[in-house]
């Protein structure tokens, strides 16, 4: 079974700072991992997968993400925050196998501060 | 491309009653999902369906009802609605095959009150 830990369920920064939420997992076999942001009352938008080709992944808005198989992370970044990044983050993981379903984490609220 | 469709956007039921969430995609895909998002929560996983006629428990399926007649629908079914049950439901769908890579689309979600 895999499960997904996101250490902060609220983080707040000031406008141009740097942007780290933090995601762990856990998985028996090579997981796929995701970040998906959701503003208030929409649905889920995919801002980066992991697909095991690079370690390092680029996603839309300028967000990153590294894949650490040894300290079991998938933390995403950027450089520079806007108000427009002030929502809500959630990481997940999913097997190849089986239902392929994704497994979320409970989410981290970003604040960004004028 | 409209993607994946939910109705309603918004409903209030009482204790007891039902009611069926729609769910529906254009993009031909085999795999279909319906989570619910609790406050302050991830999302959990109720019913999948990886084809028409063919539909499985996650982990929260309890209240809930799905079919699966065609690949475009997936209908949710509540039955005697409870407190509980309030709560935000996204469909989302992917299509099939290996490679785990492939995301999964979302609706806008349902966002419904049993009171």
């Known amino acids: 079974a895999q499960s997904v830990t996101q250490l902060g369920s609220h983080v707040s920064v000031s406008e141009g700072a740097l942007v780290l939420l933090r995601c762990n997992y856990s998985?028996?076999?090579?997981?796929?991992l995701f970040w998906y942001v959701q503003y208030p009352n929409q649905g889920l938008q995919l801002l980066l997968k992991?697909?095991?080709?690079?370690?390092l992944v680029k996603g839309i808005n300028g967000f990153e993400a590294e894949f650490k198989k040894s300290e079991t992370s998938f933390h995403l970044t950027k450089p520079s925050a806007h108000m427009s990044d002030a929502a809500e983050y959630f990481c997940?993981?999913?097997?190849?196998?089986?239902?392929?379903?994704?497994?979320f984490g409970s989410g981290t609220r970003l604040q960004v501060q004028p | 491309n409209a993607g994946v469709t939910q109705t309603p956007k918004f409903r209030i039921l009482k204790i007891g009653q039902s009611m069926t969430l729609q769910c529906t995609q254009d993009?031909?895909?085999?795999?279909m999902y319906w989570y619910r998002q609790d406050p302050g929560m991830g999302l959990k996983l109720i019913y999948y369906?990886?084809?028409?006629?063919?539909?499985d428990k996650g982990e929260v399926p309890n209240g809930y009802n799905v079919s699966r007649s065609t690949t475009e629908d997936f209908p949710l079914r509540l039955e005697l609605a409870a407190p509980s049950q309030t709560s935000v439901y996204f469909c989302?769908?992917?299509?099939?095959?290996?490679?785990?890579?492939?995301?999964?689309?979302f609706g806008p979600g349902t966002r419904l009150t049993v009171t």
């Open positions: 989302a769908s992917r299509t099939g095959g290996t490679g785990g890579s492939h995301e999964q689309y």
């Open positions: 998985s028996s076999v090579p997981p796929y």
């Open positions: 369906s990886v084809g028409a006629g063919i539909t």
């Open positions: 993009m031909n895909h085999n795999y």
């Open positions: 997940a993981v999913s097997l190849d196998t089986g239902r392929r379903a994704l497994t």
């Open positions: 992991y697909t095991s080709a690079a370690t």
